[in-house]
């Protein structure tokens, strides 16, 4: 299906007017220029523009950032509440969860090495803690 600029003047349209909102307030809010949101508003140049253009319009119309983008698609928009995800960012974020993980890990291993000698200073000084008590009380026992 071929964009539907058309559909995204009417959505904007519409959406600034229940809002009460004008051109100057869709401008300050998404802080887009003028000239992009008159065209947008208008449908004066059907030409590409970046999500991020969309996105913005979105959020200042109290939208998901993802609404324009399904209305452009001829989609459903998302609903206010629904996570927002962008495929092109998903393998850098799930590198960057690895990376994470693998950091915990090695701070885990370090810290059960640390754990374990301490465990092993501990036992040691109990049981010479627990053999001195038990002479101790042989001692005290014998006189």
């Known amino acids: 299906m071929a964009d539907d ?3 995204v003047a009417r959505a904007i349209n519409e959406r600034a007017a229940e809002l009460g909102l004008r051109q100057r307030d869709l401008i300050e809010r998404s802080r887009l220029s003028k000239a ?3 065209e947008l508003t208008r449908n004066a140049a059907a030409r ?5 253009t969309l996105e913005a319009l979105s959020i200042a119309l109290d939208w998901h950032p993802r609404h324009l983008s ?4 001829g989609q459903q928009p998302p609903a206010v509440g ?15 969860i690895e990376r994470e993980l693998r950091e915990l890990n090695s701070r885990l291993d370090q ?5 374990d000698q301490r465990f092993a200073q501990v036992s040691t000084t109990l049981a010479v803690l627990a053999e001195s008590a038990t002479s101790k009380g042989e001692r005290g026992a014998g006189q």
């Open 70 to 73: 399904a209305v452009l698609a």
């Open 82 to 96: 629904e996570p927002v995800h962008r495929p092109d960012e998903v393998p850098a974020r799930l590198a960057a």
């Open 111 to 115: 810290w059960r090495g640390v754990d």
């Open 5 to 7: 600029w058309a559909a």
């Open 36 to 38: 992009v949101v008159g």
């Open 48 to 52: 590409r523009r970046s999500a991020r």
